[in-house]
């Protein structure tokens, strides 16, 4: 399966503010997803990253909050904008592979908003 | 949509014993049910996977089961080790995947 890396891996960041989390794969893949982990819960998929193309959102996540970018087929970003306290969560994007498009995941970015 | 529930919440054994997580699933069109393992720290991996047309898969002291009927899906640790200690989900495929809440696997030297 893709070898798939995220940066940063933590970061702590203050309400009002944006990070942008990057997701690297080193192999060329067709579909990227970004999902939430919020803190000892399960996952939730935020959106499907297409290559040249707007991403794909799900219910209760919007563009204006979560933009996301897919220059080529091994990276994407993902930004979450105007942070808030309740954004802090696991960040995690993963690549769909098989078949069944079987989800890889990255390690991981793990937010805090204060 | 699709609706996965998974039990227990939290699951404590000693070592050499054997665990079973358990989960069913709302949509009979799902047909494709992964596993996932998740150490503190780290993105889930995963660690079997089970299709529709099956209804066991072992992996070494991993195994899947799958009762379509009954809509529910199984899986099978046996003779546990600290390493298995780690949060373990269960999915299922319906046009996206939908995963169940996680059980706390803590395995008991």
């Known amino acids: 399966s893709a070898v798939i890396s995220q940066k940063p891996s933590r970061d702590i960041c203050q309400r009002g503010t944006s990070l942008t989390i990057q997701c690297q794969v080193d192999?060329?893949?067709?579909?990227m997803f970004w999902y939430r982990q919020q803190p000892g819960q399960s996952l939730t998929l935020i959106a499907t990253?297409?290559?040249?193309?707007?991403?794909?959102?799900e219910s209760g996540f919007v563009i204006d909050k979560f933009p996301i970018s897919r220059p080529n087929l091994t990276f994407s970003t993902l930004t979450v904008s105007n942070m808030s306290p309740e954004d802090s969560s696991i960040y995690l994007c993963?690549?769909?592979?098989?078949?069944?498009?079987?989800?890889?995941f990255g390690p991981g970015t793990r937010l805090t908003v204060t | 949509g699709e609706n996965v529930e998974q039990h227990p919440s939290t699951l404590s054994v000693q070592e050499g014993d054997s665990a079973v997580i358990k989960c069913t699933y709302s949509?009979?069109?799902?047909?494709?049910f992964p596993w996932y393992k998740q150490e503190l720290g780290k993105g889930p991996q995963l660690i079997i996977d089970?299709?529709?047309?099956?209804g066991e898969k072992k992996d070494q002291r991993i195994a899947v089961t799958l009762n379509k009927t009954a809509k529910h899906f199984s899986l099978h640790i046996t003779e546990t080790q600290p390493e298995d200690s780690a949060v373990y989900f269960c999915?299922?495929?319906?046009?996206?995947?939908?995963f169940g809440s996680g059980t706390k696997l803590n395995v008991k030297p």
């Open positions: 993963s690549v769909g592979e098989g078949r069944d498009y079987e989800q890889y």
């Open positions: 192999s060329q893949v067709t579909m």
């Open positions: 990253a297409n290559q040249g193309s707007e991403a794909t959102y």
């Open positions: 949509d009979s069109a799902s047909n494709y």
């Open positions: 089970i299709r529709s047309n099956v």
């Open positions: 999915a299922a495929l319906f046009n996206k995947f939908y």
